[in-house]
């Protein structure tokens, strides 16, 4: 079955960096989409960047633009995040999920158990 585990979060002080990674398995990469979904406190979960698997097309929230920088290494299985000029309103769970479009909130299949950023 799909596995997917998140790492990286952590606590981090606003206008610094931080990378996040997501560990796929139970499925080769091929033509669907790898998501980074985040939940606010006390909001519901929004779509922050997509990257299509057959490609490598990457697509990106109107929020997330510049800032946020969504990868992947096919050869690990493993999709990245780059979030860079961290600002307090970025503190949030981070999933990785899955998808069979582009979508920002809703009809995603697979999800990981999410890692927290604190941007404090």
């Known amino acids: 079955h799909v596995q997917l585990v998140e790492s990286g979060g952590g606590l981090v002080q606003p206008g610094g960096s931080l990378r996040l990674s997501c560990a796929a398995s139970?499925?080769?990469?091929?033509?669907?989409?790898m998501s980074w979904v985040h939940q606010a406190p006390g909001k519901e979960k929004e779509g922050v960047a997509s990257?299509?698997?057959?490609?490598?097309?990457?697509y990106y929230h109107n929020k997330s633009l510049g800032r946020f920088t969504i990868s992947r290494d096919k050869a690990k299985n493993t999709l990245y995040l780059t979030i860079n000029n961290l600002k307090t309103e970025d503190t949030a769970v981070y999933y990785c999920?899955?998808?069979?479009?582009?979508?920002?909130?809703?009809?995603?299949?697979?999800w990981g158990q999410g890692t927290q950023v604190t941007i404090s």
């Open positions: 999920a899955t998808a069979r479009v582009v979508t920002w909130d809703y009809g995603y299949t697979d």
């Open positions: 990257i299509y698997t057959g490609d490598g097309g990457q």
């Open positions: 139970g499925f080769t990469f091929s033509s669907f989409y």
